[in-house]
């Protein structure tokens, strides 16, 4: 019902900065996407939050990427952001984007973008 894409991983060197995106699109005559999160998973590891954000706006990190990550949304492109800065080998993942929320007024949803490659060499 509600279809995330994300964009924007790749190969960095230590030190440098990614911007991830995930952007929701939907059918549905409605949606209403309340939290919207990055999690990450890498090899040989279980997925983990990176950081979420509310509908209203408020944040929560991992505190591991506190203070180089900056979760952000755009509500009127239903698209999510990540601006990643002072990258580390260990944040070498997949990054995946998920969003939960309503559509058609009252059906939830959870859904999973495919995830995006984050590479960071040292």
């Known amino acids: 019902q509600v279809q995330l894409v994300e964009s924007g991983g790749g190969l960095v060197q230590a030190g440098g900065s990614l911007r991830l995106s995930c952007a929701a699109s939907?059918?549905?005559?409605?949606?209403?996407?309340?939290?919207m999160a990055w999690y990450r998973q890498a090899p040989g590891k279980q997925r983990e939050l990176v950081a979420d954000?509310?509908?209203?706006?408020?944040?929560n990190y991992a505190d591991s990427v506190k203070g180089r990550f900056t979760i952000s949304r755009d509500n009127t492109k239903n698209t999510l952001y990540l601006q990643m800065n002072s990258l580390k080998p260990e944040d070498t993942a997949v990054y995946y984007c998920?969003?939960?929320?309503?559509?058609?007024?009252?059906?939830?949803?959870?859904?999973w973008g495919q995830g995006t490659q984050v590479t960071v060499s040292s």
């Open positions: 998920n969003a939960v929320g309503k559509v058609y007024v009252a059906r939830d949803f959870n859904s």
């Open positions: 954000i509310t509908s209203g706006g408020s944040t």
């Open positions: 939907t059918t549905a005559f409605s949606i209403n996407i309340n939290t």
